[in-house]
């Protein structure tokens, strides 16, 4: 049933790979409305997002039904473009979330699908395209396909160029982009020049301190510790930690505080929230992650930069419930402020970090 | 027909590079090498077309601001980019606050002001440097200078933040003795001082003079700092005193005071020292210890006298007859004054001279000395005509005015207490005199100044109840007693005589 006969298929149709756009040989066979060249690119984008969206492609690619009236047409159209707005978002979603899972094969399908519904919804030259130019070209570069992605960035560079009103958010993910594929490259000099850029946008769409321009900050320290400016790179890594710190020991405050101030209230657990949504769980743990590692390989010479990453991680992963990592993280940081005996201060807040998380854990089983 | 042959042609690297990639080109290039010359051709034009390098371009086309923070950032000086970030950020609060104030706010945005930014550039990047190699020193230098740069009014906030900078960096160097911390507790004294905290500034000039005591540091212009410092506190708790006497608390006021000039004495500059006692003693006649004024005015008197300084010398004299006049002693008081004025006459000090006649007039009307008093005055009132001071003209005439009233009571007393025909006849005729012309007043008292004839004081009193309607009535308040007097008996001569005078009771009394 999966083959298709050409001459079975309604009129007008465009018989060609949702994945490829090459001729088309096989056909879903839930919504009979998406066509693959094979079985490979089916597969793919059964698994990537197909699966979730099979259903609803259906009204999208069959014509319209008759309707009487020209209000009726109206109210037609008008709830065809709310499912494509829909469906932009939730393919959006879905491919972010499989790249910050690493699964750089799977977001691509997922991916194409939020950019050509936005390109059927707002035009090819339209600004909206550039966040699925740049989810691609991120997918692209996570599976080492340089050129591909260097393609999407262009484009989505050439889209930005062109339009006056674009915000500062998006200019700051375009040059990340930007900077994350001259990193690829190895061309220093233009991914300081973006990143660069990236985090004066970044900067004035949410201000130097905020975690969303942090991101900058890592990478470019990352180029930093690749040129061998150790020092440099450090006063970076310290910025970002700092901001992360900040931001966590805040969220961390207000907890502890309702903690304190209402204990066992019918005995009602209070939700732990680092109010952040997923994606940027993610981030935070991959640059926390890997600051530590660098700390750690200099960690002899500044044993207190390791304690205030590890302490930072903690925060983190016991305020996203997972309290078996922060109590690994935290006893890694006392084990070393032991070790290099450190002030007693800084030793007692992590006694005390861990058996805030200890006594939750207990509750929690 | 015969074709052409194709015409030899040159061609430049790009076009080659570009012709063998058109796809009617017959040789077949794989993708990569295609992706290869298309970053031969980028580089190409990079080199070749100086106007076309991409960060020409971007330079081009974003603000200079921008081109800036970039260009910090890329050499990863994020500790600048984020400081000016927040100078900006708060320039624009500022600006905007102007706004709705609807305040005309000059300032341009700092945008607009590239070589501004191109300072903020310079100098806080070298600071960042500097800082990364731990040598404070030159971070201090850095962030001054940038202060020094906006030492202007409108800029007074970015230069207060960057002495507050300076202040935290310089907490840090150690190595030259705390010179740099001692300039730093300067400059934070100095901006509490103009935003009016002054037991803030106080502090940091305390901190400073500590600093400075018994070091032979010196400031760009040469100035010793101690010597500075000292100055500076000086300065300060004057001001603070002087807000302490105005809310009566005398004892803290002296207390302040007594520190001061203790400071000054170590200070070791005379001049100093004899001010904080000069102010010191004008503390205590305020606190009315009259006493401890006069010894400390002495003293402030000998280091003028030592110094050869003729002007503090008669500020000396000034203040000590002020005490010696609260105390009741008008006779030294008067010879103190007496030398002040001539001080104030050698050296052409013509408000000084105005003051101390004014008070030697006074005196001397307090004590009866009509004639003097007037003559007095009449001096003062030729000075203040000379300097062409309205409102100093108008005091010194009510004074001048009154001294002369007091004259010529006298010789009214005379006539009316002999009650004889031809003091009546004096009287009369002086009563007659006195409404018929308008005199100028001023060239009417330089004639008449010293002529005692009665019909000539009637013009006076007349004056003087003009003066009065102008907002004098406090002067003439103390004056009252006599003319009431005055007044009493002119009724029991049952003639009218008088109406000025009747004029000036009732609005006396009002």
């Not at chain 1, 304190?260 to 743990?285: P, R, S």
């Not at chain 2, 190409?44 to 991409?54: A, D």
């Not at chain 2, 540091?217 to 500075?228: A, V």
Request: with cysteine.
């Amino acid at each position: 049933m999966n083959v298709i006969y050409p001459l079975a298929v309604p009129k007008g149709r465009r018989l060609c790979c949702e994945v490829c756009e090459a001729p088309a040989e096989r056909v879903c066979a839930a919504c009979t409305v998406t066509y693959y060249c094979g079985v490979v690119h089916q597969k793919a984008d059964w698994d990537s997002i197909h699966e979730k969206i099979c259903q609803l492609l259906i009204p999208l690619r069959t014509s319209m039904p008759f309707y009487n009236s020209e209000e009726e047409r109206q109210h037609g159209l008008q709830q065809l473009q709310q499912r494509q707005k829909y469906l932009i978002e939730f393919c959006y979603t879905v491919a972010q979330k499989y790249l910050f899972e690493g699964k750089h094969e799977d977001a691509v399908p997922a991916a194409l699908h939020s950019l050509r519904f936005r390109v059927n919804l707002y035009g090819l030259s339209s600004v909206e395209l550039v966040p699925a130019y740049l989810l691609l070209a991120e997918a692209s570069l996570g599976l080492g396909r340089i050129v591909q992605a260097e393609e999407y960035l262009f484009q989505a560079q050439w889209t930005v160029l062109k339009s006056t009103d674009c915000s500062n958010a998006t200019h700051s993910l375009l040059h990340r982009n930007l900077g994350l594929l001259y990193i690829a490259k190895k061309n220093y000099e233009e991914a300081r020049y973006h990143l660069a850029n990236d985090i004066y946008f970044a900067s004035c769409a949410f201000g130097t301190e905020d975690i969303r321009t942090s991101g900058g900050y890592f990478h470019l320290a990352n180029i930093f510790y690749d040129l061998k400016k150790l020092d440099l790179a450090d006063t970076l890594y310290t910025k970002v930690s700092e901001i992360w710190h900040a931001y966590l020991n805040n969220h961390y405050q207000v907890l502890s505080q309702a903690h304190t101030q209402q204990v066992d209230l019918l005995g009602k657990l209070f939700e732990n929230d680092t109010g952040l949504d997923e994606a940027q769980e993610a981030e935070a743990i991959r640059i926390l992650t890997s600051i530590l590692n660098i700390r750690e390989s200099t960690s002899d010479k500044a044993p207190q930069k390791t304690i205030f990453v590890l302490k930072i991680l903690v925060m983190l992963y016991y305020l996203m419930m997972n309290s078996s990592k922060a109590q690994e993280y935290g006893m890694r940081a006392l084990s070393l402020a032991k070790e290099q005996q450190l002030d007693v201060h800084e030793q007692s807040a992590i006694q005390e970090l861990l058996s805030l998380i200890s006594t939750e854990d207990r509750r929690i089983t | 027909m015969t074709t052409l042959p194709p015409l030899p042609m040159t061609r430049p690297k790009l076009t080659a590079l570009a012709r063998q990639k058109l796809p009617c080109s017959s040789r077949k290039i794989p993708r990569s090498q295609l992706i290869k010359e298309k970053d031969d051709i980028d580089h190409y034009l990079e080199v070749n077309f100086k106007g076309l390098s991409k960060e020409e371009v971007a330079a081009y086309r974003n603000s200079y601001k921008k081109n800036i923070c970039v260009d910090m950032l890329r050499d990863g000086y994020h500790k600048s980019f984020t400081e000016l970030f927040a100078l900006m950020e708060q320039w624009d609060a500022l600006r905007e606050a102007a706004r709705v104030r609807s305040l005309f706010w000059l300032q341009k945005p700092l945008e607009e002001q590239p070589d501004k930014l191109d300072y903020f550039y310079h100098y806080l990047t070298r600071a960042e440097d500097a800082e990364r190699k731990k040598s404070f020193e030159d971070v201090y230098n850095n962030l001054y200078a940038l202060a020094c740069y906006f030492n202007n009014p409108e800029d007074k906030w970015v230069r207060n933040h960057f002495y507050e900078r300076c202040f935290k960096i310089a907490q840090l160097i150690k190595i030259d003795g705390g010179k740099k911390e001692a300039e730093a507790h300067m400059h934070m004294g100095l901006l509490y001082e103009e935003d009016g905290q002054l037991l803030e500034a106080a502090e940091h000039y305390e901190a400073f003079h500590q600093l400075t005591q018994g070091r032979i540091w010196k400031d760009e212009t040469g100035r010793s700092l101690n010597l500075l410092a000292c100055e500076s506190l000086l300065r300060t708790y004057r001001l603070l005193s002087d807000k302490m006497l105005q809310n009566k608390e005398y004892k803290q006021a002296i207390k302040i005071l007594i520190k001061a000039s203790e400071i000054a004495k170590e200070g070791s500059d005379k001049k100093m020292e004899g001010e904080a006692s000069y102010y010191l003693g004008l503390a205590h006649l305020a606190a009315e210890e009259y006493e401890t004024a006069l010894t400390v005015l002495d003293t402030y008197c000998k280091i003028s006298t030592e110094l050869d300084d003729d002007l503090s010398l008669g500020r000396a004299y000034e203040a000590i007859a002020k005490v010696l006049q609260s105390q009741g002693n008008t006779t030294e008081a008067i010879k103190y004054l007496k030398k002040f004025v001539k001080i104030a006459r050698n050296n052409f000090q013509s408000l000084d001279f105005v003051r101390a006649s004014t008070m030697l007039g006074d005196i001397y009307n307090e004590k009866g000395h009509y004639n003097k008093a007037s003559q007095r005055f009449q001096q003062a009132f030729d000075t203040t005509v000379e300097l062409m001071s309205m409102p100093l003209m108008d005091e010194t005439k009510v004074h001048y005015g009154i001294a002369k009233a007091h004259q010529m009571m006298l010789t009214v007393n005379n006539y009316i207490e002999s009650a004889d025909l031809t003091s009546l006849n004096y009287l009369l005729s002086w009563k007659e005199s006195r409404g018929d012309i308008e005199p100028d007043p001023v060239t009417e008292e330089f004639r008449g100044s010293t002529v005692e004839t009665v019909s000539q004081n009637s013009e006076h009193l007349e004056e003087l109840s003009r003066y009065d309607k102008s907002s004098k009535k406090f002067l003439l308040s103390t004056h009252f007693v006599q003319y009431t007097k005055y007044n009493l008996i002119l009724q029991t001569q049952k003639e009218k005589f008088h109406p000025a005078l009747d004029n000036l009771n009732t609005e006396t009394l009002l």
